[in-house]
């Protein structure tokens, strides 16, 4: 079982910068993927980004270029650096984590945090 709690959301204005953390606990994830999932009101839970347990990285073409992925196995934990931020890009943000491959589908991970909110005004 992995437990799974994101931090770092808030309000920033269009073009800021915001770093998301995603820490672990409950067990190592050094043999997970994890990814970064973003949920507007009224949408369906959509992919941002996605790192294997090797490092590769993944990125849904709306953030590509402007957001980067990363992970520290030895501190069980992963981040996502946004930069260049939009109106957009408002959404809850879901640190989540599967074993395997990495996946751009949500329902193919096996935990989740409760999100946090960014939003970016204009």
């Known amino acids: 079982q992995v437990l799974l709690v994101e931090s770092g959301g808030g309000l920033v204005q269009a073009g800021g910068s915001l770093r998301l953390s995603c820490a672990a606990s409950?067990?190592?994830?050094?043999?997970?993927?994890m990814g970064w999932f973003r949920q507007a009101p009224g949408k369906e839970r959509e992919f941002v980004a996605a790192i294997s347990w090797s490092s590769s990285t993944y990125y849904a073409d709306s953030v590509n270029g402007r957001f980067t992925i990363s992970r520290d196995n030895a501190k069980n934990a992963m981040y996502l650096q946004m930069n260049s931020l939009k109106p957009a890009d408002t959404a809850v943000y879901y640190c989540?984590?599967?074993?395997?491959?990495?996946?751009?589908?949500?329902?193919?991970?096996?935990?989740w945090g409760q999100g946090t909110q960014v939003t970016v005004s204009s």
């Open positions: 989540s984590a599967r074993r395997g491959d990495s996946s751009r589908q949500p329902g193919e991970y096996d935990y």
């Open positions: 409950g067990r190592t994830f050094r043999r997970y993927a």
